[in-house]
């Protein structure tokens, strides 16, 4: 079956120790978002590629970037995580036309800082 | 610019009950609406799209929502509850131009279903 498949589902880091992780898709979709989700809370976007096109939020911290090097892969690193990037991360793809696309989503990666 | 209000970020029904989740939505453009479900420790899954054409769209699991453009509402019904239903229901409205469809999420309403 096509998916969006996300490694590791749990990954435990220390505070400011850089962390990546990655997102694979088997669907061939130009889209690639990555989310942030804290408890009981909505998906936070965080950027997307558009094909390799990156598209940062203006609210996004510096602390988070990403990596599409093909249109398979996208990696979100964080550079120095604090306490307050413990989260769920979601990635996410879509077809970028047309635009009534519905998002497919990973199971997400829940990051955890020590 | 566009949002999404949820009503009720925690709702609770008997099995076998109807199931009613609530969603408002306000868009500057026609708007391409969607609800999603998301179980613990997942990802959120799509259970169904409002695009065009037909206002009242059925979707997986026996859920079905109405597009009432009058009232700005998008409202997710099921005529009865399973525990298997419950989960944490997003509704998301897009209006994105250009091939991309920035989407935004409501806050979530948490379905408990009671035996």
């Known amino acids: 079956d096509a998916m969006v498949i996300q490694n590791p589902r749990y990954q435990v880091t220390q505070f400011g120790k850089p962390v990546t992780l990655s997102c694979s898709q088997t669907?061939?979709?130009?889209?690639m978002y990555w989310y942030q989700q804290k408890s009981s809370q909505a998906p936070k976007l965080l950027f997307h590629?558009?094909?390799?096109?990156?598209?940062n939020e203006a609210d996004t911290p510096d602390n988070f970037q990403s990596r599409r090097p093909n249109t398979s892969f996208c990696f979100l690193d964080i550079r120095s995580p604090g306490l307050g990037d413990a989260a769920m991360y979601l990635c996410?793809?879509?077809?970028?036309?047309?635009?009534?696309?519905?998002?497919?989503f990973g199971d997400g990666t829940r990051l955890s800082i020590l | 610019a566009q949002s999404v209000t949820q009503l009720g970020s925690h709702v609770s029904v008997s099995e076998g009950a109807l199931v009613l989740l609530r969603c408002n939505y306000s868009?500057?453009?026609?708007?391409?609406l969607f609800w999603y479900v998301q179980y613990p420790n997942q990802g959120l899954q799509l259970l169904l799209k409002?695009?065009?054409?037909?206002?009242l769209v059925k979707g997986i699991n026996g859920f079905e929502a109405e597009f009432k453009k009058s009232e700005t509402s998008f409202h997710l019904t099921k005529p009865s509850a399973h525990m298997s239903d419950a989960a944490e229901y997003f509704c998301?409205?897009?209006?994105?131009?250009?091939?991309?469809?920035?989407?935004?999420f409501g806050i979530g309403t948490k379905l408990q279903v009671i035996p």
């Open positions: 996410a793809t879509s077809r970028g036309q047309p635009s009534n696309q519905p998002q497919h």
């Open positions: 669907l061939n979709h130009n889209v």
């Open positions: 590629y558009y094909d390799k096109d990156f598209n």
């Open positions: 868009s500057s453009v026609p708007p391409y």
């Open positions: 409002y695009t065009t054409g037909a206002t």
């Open positions: 998301a409205v897009s209006g994105g131009s250009g091939g991309y469809q920035k989407v935004t």
